[in-house]
């Protein structure tokens, strides 16, 4: 079955340092997605990335910067020099192909608390 | 850029009564979607809905609620006696489809049920 873990419930950090927010998933389907969304306080769903299973290139934009790796299923995100405007809950999310309804499974999300 | 959007924004009922969230897709999307956030709590999947019927459902997704698109561009979804553990935020998502089928949320309607 498929899941989502974001192990990391809550971190904080000072301004300007970097953080990694860690993404494991579960999936039986060899096409799949995977997404990033950040969710400030006024409870929007902002989408980040999205990445599929056949490309394992890392991707880079502006300080953001994922990490996808097949092999230990893991599709990390990186704040490089973090900000206030940074303070959000970031969710991952997997669909699957082969599901039919490429419904979105979320993590259970991390908390990001950037200090100035 | 054509965008999702959500109404009401904020909805607060009583326990029992019916309310109706309301969504508009955006225009050329085929599939559909509601989703879930109890406060604090993940992005939980309801229901897709795809040619004018259920395609998957959640075991969240009960007798109480229903989802319809009742004139070709709203689509709704009624809960018909609410509980206050239906108090969350609820999102809309619309897709193309295509492989990727990438989805596209709306603001989402907080419900209060008190």
């Known amino acids: 079955a498929q899941k989502v873990t974001q192990a990391q419930t809550e971190i904080s950090v000072v301004e300007k340092e970097d953080v990694t927010l860690d993404c494991v998933y579960e999936?039986?389907?060899?096409?799949?997605?995977l997404f990033w969304y950040k969710q400030p306080p006024s409870g929007e769903l902002v989408f980040l990335i999205r990445?599929?299973?056949?490309?394992?290139q890392n991707e880079i934009s502006g300080r953001y910067s994922w990490n996808f790796q097949k092999s230990t299923s893991s599709f990390n995100f990186t704040i490089t020099a973090s900000q206030v405007v940074d303070s959000a809950v970031y969710f991952c999310?997997?669909?699957?192909?082969?599901?039919?309804?490429?419904?979105?499974?979320f993590g259970t999300g991390t908390r990001l608390k950037v200090l100035a | 850029e054509p965008e999702v959007t959500q109404t009401p924004s904020h909805q607060v009922t009583q326990m029992g009564q019916e309310v109706i969230l309301r969504c508009v897709p955006i225009?050329?999307?085929?599939?559909f979607y509601w989703y879930r956030q109890i406060l604090g709590q993940k992005v939980e999947f309801l229901v897709s809905?795809?040619?004018?019927?259920?395609?998957?459902k959640s075991e969240i997704f009960d007798d109480q609620f229903s989802v319809e698109r009742p004139d070709g561009s709203n689509f709704t979804l009624k809960i018909r006696s609410t509980k206050l553990e239906d108090s969350a935020m609820y999102f809309c998502?619309?897709?193309?489809?295509?492989?990727?089928?990438?989805?596209?949320f709306g603001p989402g309607t907080r419900l209060t049920v008190l």
């Open positions: 809905f795809y040619n004018n019927e259920i395609s998957e």
């Open positions: 998502a619309s897709s193309a489809g295509g492989l990727s089928n990438e989805q596209f």
């Open positions: 990445r599929n299973s056949f490309d394992e």
């Open positions: 225009s050329n999307h085929l599939y």
């Open positions: 999310a997997l669909s699957e192909v082969a599901s039919g309804t490429y419904k979105y499974i």
């Open positions: 999936t039986r389907d060899t096409t799949y997605y």
